[in-house]
């Protein structure tokens, strides 16, 4: 009888075969035709992964050469006017990176994750109509191999309020557009098979509510239930619990609901009116966010509890949200301790747990084969065996950390800035860069080989060497004025760092989607932290030896490094985040006391981690400022900190970033022009911001012209006292061949600016 349900499934392939055939056919090396045959067998591949595992539910149109909320733009033709000229992949991708003419659709973060989407582009001029050929093209794809899949469809509340407007207006004014197509897409849906399920993804649902988006759940579920009597409609939710929305679908005529039992406890005070209305409930028990072994004792437990209220033949047992966001399989991993292994689940392993765990709450113990008994005492040793390990607890890091005080810095901004002003000496509208640049097929192979043992230390130490000396020249060449060393040693912002501290674990092929192409490897946190030994000094200090320009000293912050981990699930998260906070000091002591004037500790996914319920903000908030201060506690008032974020609304949390007290802030607004820097000038912020003057996520090299454009932008709303000059982010994802004269470009901008001032 085990009824078992998958949200949605990772795309990019178990040794990322998507990212390396789209970005051959990126660089002209091979025709659209093989991004195709890859694309078909990764999910023929996928899709037999899941069925063979005893997955019930399994999904298509869950896979994208991008992202699906790029795919539901073109799915309602939704298509900004700028790109009306292009067709097929050349528009896909066009949209998704821009091209040499047009700039991209603006990205962001997915919710509280460090996946990154598509923000769609509303326009009153636009007309919508919708192409199904993706959906049903991927349904009767799997059809052919004998696989009846559920359709996974983004919904139309949370397309719409994840969307933006090009008059600023109530993106909610578009629903009677957007509708209709959806209604006409499950009208196309329904001749597809005799009976079929639809997910619609309504994530949207878990963030604090809104009165006009509660209002509209009831008629979009009314009208596209109606559609067709062969479409069973499941409404999914993640990351947080929904139960404003759930007290509203629950009186519409949906199939079932899909809650979030791990991140959204709160789900379990809507069991009874789930009960009384006889839906389905898909209950996520198993995490799709982590990559912790699932203590199967424990969720049947919690299933049972959610029974004595839901009937059993009603609960489907389901991934707390998409895979999407867990590495794909451990079978890869023959470097990783085997103590450790035995703790950790990927993305396959996780489909066995769903199994094995449908089939032990719906069937009894006595139910299961040999194999499934073997497989049940395996969980319950290596749950046991990880709490009481020794690997976990170091006694002297958990004493000083308890008796670590919040040291606040020396002085306060308006007298830092003003000495380091004095010390560093650099101009209005100072240049420089986030921190690293392109990571070139030399470089890796040197830090591959290196690890792999192929080549010595000092081999590897001179090729690392030479690309810091090739920085250096380049952007004294150039004239940039502060400089970076450029990061070649490090493969990762997080990784690299995790490595060097005490605590951290590593994989070889624990790849997670970020986006498009991007593919991350998070380290995980399995027990206490420390720092053995300095880990930027010698690399710094070297690059700061080879110029008479100041160099930025660049480190991870503690809550970035803490959200792009997977991080240990037997302690509150802000314990481990202050933990990497003390090492981190230690390490910005040591950088300063080697000459090091300017130190930049990256917040990249500092607004990534918060929670989406007010209710749970001020707690985040409140450790993650005290950690990031502890970080940078150590840094005398000469010393010149920075940070920077990616991807954030600041309006929300302006009173945060200046609580956090760093001396100047780099934030991405290429895409978005000076809207976002709009609430510094609101707040009265008086510290120095450098917004990103050029979008680094698209192959396109920006103009003089457009950089002085962004620049007269930004003095429309800031002084050039307070600004900063610098590309949106990081240049490591791009190639030489676009960075260099992108950065000529914004040089000359400065120059033409500076001269009209």
Known sequence: MSKNYIVGFPRIGEQRELKRVLEEFWAKK????????????????????????????????????????????????????????????????????????????????????????????????????????????????????GIKTKINIIGPITYLGLSKRADGGDVYEFWGKIVPIYEELLKVISTLDDEITIEIDEPIFVKEPDTKMLSLIKPTYDRLAAVSPNIKIAVVTYFEHSNEATKILVHTPIWALGLDFLNGDENLQSLEIIAKSDKKLIAGVVSGRNIWRCDIAKTITLLENISKVVTKENIFISSSCSLLHSPFALKYEEEMSSEIKEWLSFALEKLDEISLISKLFFDGKSSLDEAQQEALKSNEKAN????????????????????????????????????????????????????????????????????????????????????????????????????????????????????????????????????????VKPPFIYGDISRPKSMTVEWITYAQSKTKHIMKGMLTGPVTILNWSFVRDDMPRGEVSKQIAVALSDEIDDLQKAGIKIIQVDEAAFKEGYPLRSEKIKVYEAWATRDFKIAVSSAKKETQIHTHMCYSEFNDIINTIEDMDADVISIETARSGNELLKIFKKVGYTKEVGPGVYDIHSPRVPSVEEIVKQIELLLEVLPKEQLWINPDCGLKTRKWEEVKPSLKNMVEAVKIVRKKL
């Open 30 to 145: 091979c025709s659209f035709e093989n991004v195709q045959n890859v694309a078909s067998k990764l999910k023929k591949r996928h899709w037999e992964y899941q069925r063979d595992a005893g997955i019930d539910f399994i999904s298509s149109n869950d896979f994208s050469l991008y992202d699906n909320m790029l795919d539901t733009s073109l799915m309602l033709g939704a298509i900004p006017k700028r790109f009306a000229n292009l067709k097929n992949e050349e528009l896909y991708f066009a949209m998704a990176r821009g091209n040499a003419s047009t700039v991209a659709m603006e990205m962001t973060k997915w919710f509280n994750t460090n996946y990154h989407y598509i923000v769609p582009e509303l326009s009153k001029e636009d007309n919508y109509s919708l192409n199904a050929s993706k959906i049903v093209d991927e349904y009767n794809e799997a059809k052919s191999l």
């Open 384 to 519: 046991e065996d990880r709490k009481n390990s020794p690997l976990i607890h170091d006694k002297a890091v958990q004493e000083r950390v308890k008796n670590r005080a919040l040291l606040q810095r020396e002085g306060d901004a308006k007298e830092r800035l003003k000495l380091q002003r004095e010390i560093l000496g650099y101009s209005d509208l100072v240049t420089t860069t986030i921190g690293s640049f392109p990571q070139t097929p030399e470089i890796r192979k040197a830090r591959s080989d290196f690890k792999g043992a192929f080549i010595s230390k000092d081999e590897y130490e001179k090729e690392i060497k030479k690309y810091i000396d090739e920085c250096v020249a380049f952007q004294e060449e150039c004239g940039l004025e502060i400089l970076v060393h450029g990061e070649p040693e490090r493969n990762d912002m997080v990784e690299y760092f995790g490595e060097q501290l005490k605590g951290y674990g590593f994989s070889q092929n624990g790849w997670v989607q970020s986006y498009g192409s991007r593919c």
